[in-house]
Structures are given as structure tokens and as C-alpha cells.
């Protein structure tokens, strides 16, 4: 099950009232999120405290019940969009040998449409096999359905339940072929509670843009797919890499395993207020570091 908010009661309600006095004046639920820090050298720090996180919903501070490094397993969505150029394999491959033991995986690969290599493991030699279907494959010019792909892994993840999902977007631009409009997507993705990861290689010389044969429709749909990738990660605890040099690739791919193995899990009480928080704010009190964090605040 994936952290969900839970209603203070009983005993609970008691322990966090005496660390916490005047906490629990008000009705008052727990609340979850995943975050990663890291310094001004993009390196994860690992040492931080609770008492070292701020917490805040709408501008107004919470209080912070815990603070410890992730321990749950991930559930993991990559989705490959590449061109069938494969850059993206030799990355995967060291991806999946830092998130052996602590993941189930799930590939997909978006050659117009989306389409499944394979569904959640643990399995690497699935992986394995699964990866190398990332190879040198049939080129799409035409782009494809990168929407339908985030769209789809959110909605799997919430059905799933998974307590500690992550979807990975590896994208090489183009056109999106879905119609799907980004303010659905983020939903999805919000309610799912996964975080995205974003890693877009810019080089027209991998996907060359096509002239467009309907102007306004193709403009509105790299419009959604551009707010999704863009704004997906920041509202959701991710990061969007861009990356020219495609000697870094491999090594950009493994960072965004790195980032989520480095996790905290935050939990704080949130006061129960007529309207639902929107706007969520994890920092700390150390100098230097950076949280990344998601910036909706969870449902519930």
C-alpha cells in the first residue's frame, strides 16, 4: 500500500500530542511524502534529521512527525521514447543493476503507440531481456504517444496501490501523436502520488521535426506534452534533465536511480481546514541544501 493519510487516534494521537502540545487543538490528519536532498554538487545527503525539515501546505507550517530514509520497495514505470535510436539501453542497464533488490520495473516503448515489453518485476534477468529490446529497433519521425504512456503508468500505479511509486520518462522530443490534454495527465499523475522523472535528450539530429501537416492541432498537442514533462516533475517530486552530449547519457539515466534510492519519507500532521490544501513546501533548516520534493500537496 502506498503512504496514505491517516487519521490521528487512540494512542497515536496521544504520543504526538505530548511531543507536540497544542498539535492536536484542532482536527488533524498524517500525511507522507517523499523527498530528496542534495547539495550544491547535485550529491545526496543522507544525514539529515527531523528537526531539520520544514514542512508547509498554503504558506502555513506543519509539524513534522518523522523523518528517515525510504525503505519501501518502488514501483518503477520507464517509458522509452527514443527513435529506435537505442541511446537510452547502456543507461538502463546500469539503472536496473542500482535498483536490484529495492524495485519492481516495468518497461514500455512508445513506437507511435505505447507498447508493453514488459509489466512489474523483480526479475533481472526480465530486465535484462526487456532492456535490450531498447537496442537499435525502426525509427517513428512521426513521434508518438508519450501522453498516453504517463497517463496510463498513473493510472496502473494508483490501481496498483504502490507505496512508493516512480514514473521515468526517457524522451528524445518530437511530436505527440496524443490528443490528451495535459491537465488530465497531471491529475493522473497527482492522484497516483508517483513522482516523475524526466530525462530529454535536445539534438534535432536524433528525431528531426517534420513540417506539420495540421499547425493548430500538432501546436496543442506539444503543448500538453511539453506542460506535462515540464511541469509533471516539479508538482511531483521529480526532476527534468535536459542533455546535450550524448556521452552523458548513461550516466544521467543511472542519476535518476540514484535520486529516488536516496529518498526521505516525511510525515507531518496536517490541520483539517474547509478547503484542501494545494500547494505543498518541504526545506530544511541546514544551509546549502536543496529539496526536491513535490509541490501539490497530496490527497487526502
Known amino acids: 500500500m502506498r503512504p ?3 487519521i490521528v487516534l487512540g494512542g497515536l494521537a496521544a504520543a504526538i500530542c505530548t511531543a507536540i ?6 482536527s488533524s490528519s498524517v500525511q507522507s511524502v517523499f523527498a530528496t536532498a542534495v547539495d550544491t554538487h547535485q550529491a545526496p545527503i543522507i544525514d539529515l534529521r527531523a528537526a531539520e525539515f ?3 501546505e498554503d504558506g502555513k507550517e506543519c509539524a513534522v512527525i518523522s523523518a528517515e530514509r525510504a525503505t519501501q520497495e518502488m514501483h518503477v514505470a520507464i517509458l522509452v521514447d527514443d527513435n529506435g535510436t ?3 539501453h547502456f543507461g538502463l542497464n546500469g539503472l536496473g543493476e542500482l535498483l536490484q533488490g529495492r524495485a519492481q520495473i516495468a518497461l514500455s516503448v512508445i513506437t507511435n503507440q505505447v ?3 514488459f509489466d512489474y518485476t523483480t526479475d533481472a534477468k526480465t530486465w535484462v531481456t526487456g532492456f535490450a529490446r531498447t537496442g537499435v529497433r525502426p525509427s517513428t519521425p512521426e513521434g508518438g504517444q508519450l501522453l498516453e504512456g504517463v497517463f496510463a503508468s498513473a493510472k496502473a500505479l494508483k490501481r496498483r496501490e504502490a507505496r512508493r511509486p516512480v514514473i521515468i520518462a ?3 522530443g518530437g511530436e505527440e501523436q496524443s490528443s490528451l490534454p495535459s491537465r488530465q495527465v497531471l491529475e493522473a499523475l497527482h492522484e497516483s502520488r508517483a513522482s516523475l522523472h524526466v530525462l530529454f535528450v535536445n539534438s534535432p539530429a536524433v528525431r528531426p521535426v517534420r513540417p506539420a501537416g495540421q499547425p493548430a492541432e500538432l501546436l496543442d498537442n506539444n503543448f500538453n506534452l511539453g506542460r506535462v514533462l515540464g511541469d509533471g516533475p516539479k508538482e511531483s517530486g521529480g526532476r527534468n534533465r535536459e542533455v546535450l552530449a550524448m556521452k552523458a547519457l548513461p550516466v544521467e539515466v543511472q542519476q535518476i536511480a540514484r535520486d529516488v534510492l536516496s529518498q526521505y519519507l516525511v510525515t507531518y500532521t496536517r490541520t483539517q481546514t474547509r478547503n484542501a490544501p494545494q500547494r505543498l513546501r518541504v526545506s530544511v533548516r541546514r544551509p546549502g541544501v ?8 497530496p490527497i487526502g
Open 4 to 6: 496514505r493519510p491517516v
Open 21 to 26: 502540545p497544542g498539535l492536536l487543538a484542532q
Open 54 to 56: 520544514v514542512v508547509k
Open 86 to 88: 537505442g541511446i537510452f
Open 115 to 117: 507498447q508493453k515489453v
Open 170 to 172: 526517457l524522451t528524445v
Open 290 to 297: 536543496t529539496i526536491i520534493a513535490p509541490t501539490r500537496a
